[in-house]
């Protein structure tokens, strides 16, 4: 067994010819497995962006500011600034629908990233911080990513998506975002 392995690596060493399927194929495979690792990496954004955006080196790249993804958006949460798409949550959340990730052209919106990279952060004018009650963002968040076992709401983390939909909740309006890192999900395919 020993001695076939060697003559085959010897044969193919010896081969001076490449197909172009076999050219290709090495080339796509290494591109390939590049992208799969760069997408694979956590990230922080810069801004809030779409829950599908990619990274923010990638987005620069792929994204052309078409505006596709803003005029899909039915909850109007996209707008584009610097000809990139941003999230604003001040007057309404994302859905996570999916419509500006099909709307888009360039690939730059993907099913590897599912969170806007924000995180809510409860103030001091939450309602269960002052009198002790009120589980309106725990009880609209669609991820069930609000713990209320202490007395100010804790979010967790793992869960979060950053789609904004405690924040409309809050009657209170005791919830701001900050940025957060980003674990992109392996995709089979």
């Known amino acids: 067994m020993q001695e076939k392995s ?15 399927r076999g050219l290709f194929r090495g080339l796509l495979g290494g591109v390939k497995k590049t992208h799969h690792a760069a997408v694979l ?3 922080t954004r810069k801004v809030a962006r779409p829950p599908q955006a990619v990274d923010e080196t990638l987005l620069a790249k792929l994204c052309d500011g078409c505006g596709e993804c803003e005029k899909a958006c039915p909850q109007q ?7 990139k798409p941003e999230l604003h949550l001040d007057c309404n959340y994302c859905t996570d629908c999916g419509e500006c990730q099909k709307a888009c052209p360039t690939k730059a919106l993907s099913n590897n990233v599912a969170s806007t990279g924000m995180i809510p952060v409860f103030s001091g ?3 269960r911080v ?20 202490e ?5 967790i983390k793992e869960s979060c998506t950053g789609c904004g939909q405690c924040r409309s ?10 940025l957060t890192a980003i ?6 395919g």
């Open 77 to 83: 949460v996209i707008s584009m600034i610097d000809g």
């Open 130 to 149: 002052l009198h002790g009650y009120c589980d309106m963002c725990a009880e609209e968040c669609p991820k069930q990513a609000i713990d209320l076992n």
């Open 125 to 127: 004018a939450c309602r």
């Open 151 to 155: 007395k100010r709401p804790a979010v």
């Open 41 to 43: 990496e956590p990230f």
């Open 169 to 178: 909740s809050c009657p209170m309006g005791a919830i701001s975002f900050e």
């Open 183 to 188: 674990q992109p999900i392996p995709v089979q």
């Open 6 to 20: 060697e003559k085959y690596y010897k044969a193919v060493l010896e081969h001076k010819q490449v197909s172009r």
